[in-house]
Nanobody, 129 residues
Framework: QVQLVESGGGLVQAGGSLRLSCGAS????????MGWFRQAPGKERKFVAA????????YYADSVKGRFTISRDNAKNTLYLQMNSLKPEDAAVYYC??????????????????????WGQGTQVTVSS
């Protein structure tokens, strides 16, 4: 089992940047493909980005491609999301998640909420126009 804690959210002007972090407990962080999702008020949770166990493969939603970068440091048990050129429509609660379903694969990047077992509590990102 793994526990996840996000940090780094806040208020930023449009065009600005934020870096989210997700700290994981336990010694098996490197066993999990990881992902970021976001949820705006009244809307469903949506996929943002995912990264394979060893960080070699990443995948992004079209809406963030070229602006956001997902990365991980397995030695520090930490997942990151660098967000640049932020837009008002990026405002949401951002969640990190870990997937145990693909722990045997080094290239899988799960993209759907049902593929993830463990979730953090979320961190709020607000973008002013």
């Amino acid at each position: 089992q793994v526990q996840l804690v996000e940090s780094g959210g806040g208020l930023v002007q449009a065009g600005g940047s934020l870096r989210l972090s997700c700290g994981a407990s336990g010694r098996t962080f490197s066993s999990y493909p990881m992902g970021w999702f976001r949820q705006a008020p009244g809307k469903e949770r949506k996929f943002v980005a995912a990264i394979s166990r060893n960080g070699g493969v990443t995948y992004y939603a079209d809406s963030v491609k070229g602006r956001f970068t997902i990365s991980r440091d397995n030695a520090k048990n930490t997942l990151y999301l660098q967000m640049n050129s932020l837009k008002p429509e990026d405002a949401a609660v951002y969640y990190c998640a870990a997937s145990s379903a693909y722990s045997s694969s080094v290239v899988t990047t799960p993209r759907y909420p049902y593929e993830y077992d463990y979730w953090g509590q979320g961190t709020q990102v607000t973008v002013s126009s």
